[in-house]
């Protein structure tokens, strides 16, 4: 939400401290609720194609690392999950599933730090 400026610093301070106190005073599980809304539904792989279109600050060789990731491991065996069905034992499952498969380590920390940031788990 953007705002027009401010007459001083303390009308600002002010308006920072309501939507601060606004924001602490909404339950978790109602912004839990509004994720699992926007989100819940769409299938790993479409979220996965979205959010990597946002990665915009990526370098030529973070971008080829990080198709690799997604289209080597996340996406062949998560693509068709939908993203309300995410939590701690699939992503445990998945990181096994690497572990299995003969994965190396820096692979599976890598795997797991793209799915940690995931919404709906």
């Known amino acids: ?18 939507v ?5 005073a909404v ?16 299938r790993f ?3 996965a194609a979205e959010w990597k ?14 198709d690799s990731l997604l289209d080597i491991h996340l996406v062949p065996l ?3 999950r939908r993203m309300g069905t995410f939590g701690h034992k ?3 499952a998945f990181i096994q599933t690497m572990e299995r498969n003969g994965v190396g380590l820096a692979a599976q920390s890598n ?7 995931c919404p709906t788990w």
């Open 27 to 42: 339950p978790r599980n109602r912004v839990w609720a509004e994720r699992i809304a926007k989100y819940g539904s769409m």
């Open 90 to 92: 699939v992503v445990e």
């Open 1 to 18: 939400m953007e705002e027009p400026g401010f007459v001083n610093q303390d009308k600002a301070v002010d308006r920072l401290l309501v």
């Open 111 to 117: 795997a797991f730090d793209k799915l940690r940031p």
């Open 20 to 24: 601060y106190n606004a924001k602490k």
């Open 45 to 47: 792989g479409e979220y």
């Open 78 to 80: 998560l693509g068709s």
């Open 53 to 66: 279109a946002g990665q915009r600050d990526l370098g030529p060789a973070s971008r080829v690392h990080l």
